[in-house]
């Protein structure tokens, strides 16, 4: 059986980010950054013109995602050690075991995750292209999509999806 695939692999996909990754232990590391970069692969069948889907329509989206990432420190917010909190001069603090942080509001962004880990990344970044490509382009059926978050180069963290119906 054949099937088929679009890779976007772009340089220009990519965030700069602040996080920290808590073990299974209950120990962190230090607060860092890291230069992420996206990819992606996404699976379908092919239209009457032998196309999943047009590049130049996919990497936008793409782009969108990674710029509301870029230049933020990411904070786990459904962890069940970690709290945060806005306080009315629009200042967030965080707390996780003795560790004690305060950023400007601007600075920060709480995503639905226990954890800021490559791969938790990868599966929101990948989740929401999902929802992106399936609300824009609504005659593509994809069988599968896989994102990938890189922190450093050759070393990734990666998410799947395949739709239940495909072979």
Not at 22 to 49: K, M, T
Not at 113 to 132: F, P, Q, Y
Request: charged content about 30%; glycine content about 6%.
């Amino acid at each position: 059986m054949e099937s088929w695939s679009i890779q976007v692999d772009k340089e220009y996909l990519k965030f700069s980010a602040a996080h920290f990754l808590i073990f299974p232990d209950g120990s962190s590391e230090r607060l860092h950054g890291h230069n992420y970069r996206v990819f992606c692969q996404i699976q379908g069948a092919l239209s009457e013109h032998g196309l999943v889907l047009d590049f130049k329509r996919v990497k936008p989206l793409i782009r969108e995602l990674v710029d509301e990432l870029d230049e933020h420190w990411l904070i786990p917010g459904e962890h069940p050690h970690l709290r945060w909190q806005e306080r009315d001069d629009g200042v967030v603090e965080v707390r996780y075991r003795d560790l004690y942080y305060a950023a400007p509001r601007t600075d920060v962004l709480v995503l639905p995750l226990r954890n800021i880990s490559a791969e938790k990344l990868a599966a929101w970044v990948g989740r929401s292209l999902l929802t992106k490509l399936r609300t824009q382009f609504p005659e593509v059926e994809i069988e599968g999509l896989t994102l990938g978050v890189e922190e450093t180069q050759g070393q990734r963290g990666c998410w799947h999806y395949r739709a239940d119906n495909a072979n």
